[in-house]
């Protein structure tokens, strides 16, 4: 599978900005899929996610409650919403697949990636 994150740009603090996640090729529904971020200077970090029916979404602890996650099989996409947008999320955002929801949140277990996204918070 292959995908394509996109939607990332500068925003103010405060704003919300959607990624979407777009996958080409079949089976889209048979993977898990993962959210991930890494601002200048720091390692990659878990952000969260998605069971592949849907159902399930997991986020990093800091981040739950203004991030969320949504699947739509029907059109191979997850859109990830943040919302109350800080400096702090300044990263570029990469989604990622892999066909089982254990460890989701190592990047390690994660079999694709797509190339990345750009989020720019400014104060």
């Known amino acids: 599978v292959q995908l394509q994150a996109s939607g990332g740009g500068l925003v103010q603090t405060g704003r919300s900005l959607q990624l979407s996640c777009v996958a080409s090729g079949d089976a889209f529904g048979t993977y898990v899929i993962g959210w991930f971020r890494q601002a200048p200077g720091k390692a990659r970090e878990f952000v969260g996610g998605?069971?592949?029916?849907?159902?399930?979404?997991q986020f990093v602890d800091h981040l739950r409650g203004r991030f969320t996650m949504t699947r739509d099989n029907e059109k191979n996409t997850v859109s990830l919403q943040m919302d109350t947008l800080t400096p702090e999320d300044t990263a570029i955002y990469y989604c990622?697949?892999?066909?089982?929801?254990?460890?989701?949140?190592?990047?390690?277990?994660?079999?694709?990636w797509g190339q990345g996204t750009l989020v720019t918070v400014s104060s």
């Open positions: 990622a697949a892999k066909p089982h929801w254990g460890a989701v949140g190592s990047e390690r277990t994660y079999r694709y």
């Open positions: 998605v069971s592949k029916r849907g159902d399930v979404t």
